[in-house]
C-alpha cells in the first residue's frame, strides 16, 4: 500500500502499468483458482474420471491467443475495460453498456457465489464453523485490501497465495497418493469404488440402476463418446475453447491483469508462467477427487437420497466434498492448518480479484455515464464503495447459493458460461480481427446470443438438471443438446449473425480503426475515435478539476489550516491512498494522448516466442498421453 500510487486511476486499477512477467503469470492463476476449483474440479474427478482437467488443459492454448493476439490490439486501443475497448471500437453506448451490466450479473451470480459456496462447503467439512461467520469474514478481509490497495497491492498478494496454494495442493497430493497405494493402484481401484448402501433403495421409489454408482468405464480418457460421453470430445476441443476464449481473452479480471504489465514481453511471459501453472490443477485437484472416491465411496460417491443429505446437505449427490474429505481425514493436524490456509488463499484470491475487476467496470463504464465531469478522486472514491456494495450482495446471496447448488459444483460454472458466453467470445474475436464488423452487426448479435442462450438456460434451471437416481422432466428438443456442444451452435450462430447484419449496413473507415484492430495495431496514424465527444467531455472535466485543485493549493496557509482542522479525513484519505498532495491529475489526460509502445526486444521476444512453442508442445503431449 505504501510503494504504490493508488491516488491515480491508472494506478489504482492498473498498478500504473509497471508490473514484470512473475506477478502477472502468478495473479493469472491465482485469480483463475478459487476454491471453487478445490471443490469443484475435484468432485467431479471423483463423480466421472479426468475428463474434467481438459477444462484446464485447454487454457494452455488459449493463454497464447491472449499474450500474442489480443493483449497488444487492448494496448494499442488505449483502454483500462473491456467495454471501454467495445466503444471505441464500434461507438455508440449500447455495447459497452450491456457488456458491463452483463459481466456484473456474472460475477455476482456465479463466480462470488460459486467461490463462496464452495469455501463453505469446505469449512462446514473441516471446521463446522457457521456459515455466515465464516464468509462474512472472509469478505471483510478480502475487500479491505481491494479497497485500500488497488491492483497492485492485489496482484502481490496474489503472487503470494500461489505459492501457498500449490506447496499446500502438492502435500495434499502426496498424501493422498500414499494413502491410496500409487498412481497403478488408483487405475486399478477407481472401477471398483462402489458405495455399500445402494442395496438399501426402495426400487418402487427410485429408479436405481447399476450406472447410477458404477465408476464410467472411460474415466481415465480425457476424449470420450460424441453421444454418450459425460463430456463429448467435440464438446471438449471445440466448445471449452469458445467458452475459454470469452474467459481468457476477453474477461476483465484476466485481461486486467496483462493491461497491468509494463511491456507486451511481460505480458506474453506472463501468460507462459500461468500456462505452465495450468498443467497442475490435473495432478493436484482433480486425481486426489478421484483418490477420495476410492477411499470414501460410501461418503463421497452416495447415492441414497436419506443418506446422501445426512452427509453433505444434498440430496442429488455428495461429490462436492471429496477435497474436504481427504483434507478432514488424512492430514495430519499441522497440515490441516496448512490446507486450510490453501483454500482460503484460494477463495481469497478469486474474490479479490472479481471485486477488483467489477469496481473497475463499475466505475469507467457506467459511473462516468451517469457522471461524465467525475474527476479521479471521485473515480477510485466510487470504486471502493462499489466493492463494499458487491460484499453486501453476496452476503445476501448466500441463502440462494446453499439451496441453488448441488450435484457437479465446476458443470454448473461451465453449463452457465457455456449459454451466456458464445455470444461475447463471438464478438470480440471479429471486432480483433474483422475490420468489416460494424456496431449494427454486434449488437444484434449479442442480443440474437443471449436470446438463444436464455431459451435453453431458463427452461434447464426451471426443470433441473436432474440426477441419476432423479431425471429431469425437461424435453428433449430443449436440453437434450449436450451443454458444450449448445455453446459451438450458439458461437456460430452469432458469428453469422454478426457478419450478415454488418454487411447489409454501413462499414467503418479505416481513420476510425487505426490500432483497434489486429492488422491496424502497428499504425502510426491519427485515429478519430468514433466515442470522441464522451472522450472530450471527460477530458475536459478532467482539465477543470486540475484548475480547481490548483486554485485551492494556491494559499498554502489555508491547505495547512484545513489539514489541520481535518486531521481524521487527512489520515483516512492516506490510508487509501487518494490524499497525496501531489496527486497527479494533471499529468494523466496527458499521458493518454501518447501511442501506446508494442515494440519488443529482438532478443527477449525470440525467447518468449520459443518458450510459447515449447508449451504447446507439452501441451500436446499431455493431451495426446491421456486421450
Known sequence: MTRTNRGTVGGYFLAGRTMTWWPVGASLFASNIGSGHFVGLAGTGAASGIAVGGF?????????????????????????????????????????????????????????????????????????????????????????????????????????????????????????????????????????????????????RYNITPQCYTPRQDAFSLLRDPTTGDLPWPGVLFGIAIVGGWYWCTDQVIVQRCLAARSLTHVKAGCIMCGYLKLLPMFLMVFPGMISRVLYPDEVGCVVPEECKRVCGTEVGCSNIAYPKLVVSIMPNGLRGLMLAVMLAALMSSLASIFNSSSTLFTMDIWTRIRPQANERELIIVGRVWVLCIVAISICWIPVVQAAQSGQLFDYIQSVSSYLAPPIASVFLLAVFVKRVNEKGAFWGLIGGLMMGLCRMLPEFWFGTGSCIFPSNCPFLVCGIHYLHFGIILFFCTSVLVLLVSHCTEPIEDQHLHRLVFSLRHSKEERKDLDWEQEEKARNAQREAAERKKKNNSNDASVAEEQEKSGICHQIGRFCGGGNSQAPEEEEPEQTEQLPDI???PLWKYIVDANALIMMAVAVFMWGYYA
Open 599 to 601: 515494440s519488443e526486444e
Open 56 to 204: 484446464e488443459w485447454n487454457a494452455l492454448f488459449i493463454v497464447l491467443l491472449l499474450g500474442w493476439l489480443f493483449v497488444p490490439v487492448y494496448l494499442t486501443a488505449g483502454v483500462i475495460t473491456m467495454p471501454q475497448y467495445l466503444k471505441k471500437r464500434f461507438g455508440g453506448t449500447r455495447i459497452s453498456l450491456y457488456l458491463s451490466i452483463i459481466s456484473l450479473f456474472l460475477y455476482i451470480f456465479t463466480k462470488i457465489s460459486v467461490d463462496m459456496f464452495s469455501g463453505a462447503v469446505f469449512i462446514q467439512q473441516a471446521l463446522g464453523w457457521n456459515i455466515y461467520v465464516a464468509v462474512i469474514a472472509l469478505l471483510l478481509i478480502t475487500a479491505l485490501y481491494t479497497v485500500t490497495g488497488g491492483l497492485a497491492a492485489l496482484m502481490f498478494t496474489d503472487t503470494v497465495q500461489t505459492f501457498v496454494i500449490i506447496a499446500g495442493a502438492f502435500v495434499l497430493t502426496g498424501f493422498s497418493f500414499a494413502e491410496v497405494g500409487g498412481y497403478n493402484a488408483l487405475l486399478e481401484k477407481y472401477s471398483s469404488a462402489l458405495p455399500t448402501n445402494f442395496t438399501s433403495l426402495d426400487p418402487e
